[in-house]
């Protein structure tokens, strides 16, 4: 049975990331780059460059004067955010066109949109954290599940069912199945391109937030927001019954269960903005 490292090791040719994102990012880690060199680079791309635009300019960002520039975006929202974007429309470009008969691509990102949304707005309500951050870890969470749908969906399939069979958590079922997670594999995949230590951490440990070490808070917001994802998907309402979170995480973000049923209509309506604004393929359900 192959690792989790194995099976990113046997994908990665696959699952390069664009030039794009590459170059943007090696200015970015560049102790002498500038503004001017990142907008350059973003604005080469007419893909990305629409994208970051619309996102700027929606309600999601709340910014009071219209963007309409590459230029004017870059510098009101910093380089790390604008790397964070820049990271989040790149993979979804790229792997949306990953196809498979066991899984729909569009509900796929729709967990992950929801959940970055939802990981967004609790690092606010937290008031502990920047919320950009905690988007696109909760946009990439699930990543490691794309490989293996793709590499093992017997597998994948059999786990889905153990966990309503047995009514334990996902992660739990493929571990007895494949030895590994989905997040250990997003985990892996994020090391493999040499992504933000935050980011690896996050998706790694998301599940488990009580192994997160130097991200723990981060790691924390995650893991109720993908669980609150859950429930979304499943049409569950929110309740201590239906939500189980790790108690590590109210104490974390000082966030408590009575609070998420209340910001449950924001979590929607964001998401389904978030989507049409991220997700331009069709829906092929």
Same mark, same amino acid.
């Given at each position: 049975?192959?690792?989790?490292?194995?099976?990113?090791?046997?994908?990665?040719?696959?699952?390069?990331? @664009? $030039?794009?994102?590459?170059?943007?990012?090696?200015?970015?880690?560049? @102790?002498?780059?500038?503004?001017?060199?990142?907008?350059?680079?973003?604005?080469? $791309?007419?893909?990305?460059? %629409?994208?970051? &635009?619309?996102?700027? #300019?929606?309600?999601? /960002?709340?910014?009071?004067?219209?963007?309409?520039?590459?230029?004017?975006?870059? =510098?009101? &929202?910093?380089?790390?955010?604008? !790397?964070?974007?820049?990271?989040?429309?790149?993979?979804?470009?790229?792997?949306?066109?990953?196809?498979?008969?066991?899984?729909?691509?569009?509900?796929?990102?729709?967990?992950?949109?929801?959940?970055?949304?939802?990981?967004?707005?609790?690092?606010?309500?937290?008031?502990?954290?920047?919320?950009?951050?905690?988007?696109?870890?909760? &946009?990439? !969470? #699930?990543?490691? !599940?794309?490989?293996?749908?793709?590499?093992?969906? !017997?597998?994948?399939?059999?786990?889905?069912?153990?966990?309503?069979?047995?009514?334990?958590?996902?992660?739990?079922?493929?571990?007895?199945?494949?030895?590994?997670?989905? %997040?250990?594999?997003?985990?892996?995949?994020?090391?493999?391109?040499?992504?933000? =230590?935050?980011?690896?951490?996050?998706?790694?440990?998301?599940?488990?937030?009580?192994?997160?070490?130097?991200?723990?808070?981060?790691?924390?917001?995650?893991?109720? %927001?993908?669980?609150?994802?859950?429930?979304?998907?499943?049409?569950?309402?929110?309740?201590?019954?239906?939500?189980?979170?790790? @108690?590590?995480?109210?104490?974390?973000?000082?966030?408590?269960? #009575?609070?998420?049923?209340?910001?449950?209509?924001? /979590?929607?309506?964001?998401? %389904?903005?978030?989507?049409?604004?991220?997700?331009?393929?069709? =829906?092929?359900?």
């Amino acid at each position: 049975m192959p690792t989790a490292q194995d099976l990113v090791k046997e994908s990665i040719d696959l699952l390069s990331l @664009p $030039d794009v994102y590459l170059r943007l990012k090696s200015v970015i880690d560049s @102790p002498d780059s500038s503004m001017a060199e990142v907008t350059e680079i973003i604005a080469y $791309d007419p893909s990305i460059t %629409a994208r970051l &635009l619309k996102l700027v #300019n929606s309600p999601f /960002f709340g910014l009071v004067s219209k963007v309409d520039t590459i230029t004017r975006a870059v =510098n009101l &929202l910093g380089l790390e955010e604008v !790397h964070d974007l820049v990271l989040a429309t790149s993979v979804i470009d790229s792997f949306s066109g990953f196809t498979n008969e066991h899984f729909n691509i569009y509900d796929f990102w729709f967990n992950g949109v929801y959940c970055a949304v939802t990981a967004r707005l609790l690092a606010y309500y937290s008031k502990s954290i920047d919320t950009q951050r905690p988007f696109v870890a909760g &946009l990439l !969470h #699930n990543l490691g !599940h794309l490989l293996m749908y793709q590499n093992m969906p !017997h597998e994948s399939l059999a786990a889905i069912l153990m966990s309503t069979q047995k009514g334990i958590s996902l992660y739990e079922a493929e571990r007895e199945i494949m030895g590994f997670d989905y %997040a250990q594999v997003g985990g892996e995949l994020m090391r493999e391109w040499e992504l933000p =230590n935050s980011l690896q951490e996050i998706t790694e440990f998301h599940p488990t937030p009580e192994q997160s070490t130097d991200f723990q808070l981060e790691t924390a917001i995650i893991h109720i %927001a993908s669980m609150i994802t859950d429930n979304a998907i499943k049409q569950l309402p929110i309740s201590p019954e239906t939500l189980d979170i790790n @108690p590590l995480c109210w104490d974390v973000t000082g966030l408590s269960i #009575n609070e998420m049923s209340v910001y449950k209509s924001e /979590f929607d309506q964001q998401a %389904a903005q978030v989507m049409s604004l991220l997700f331009t393929h069709k =829906n092929n359900a």
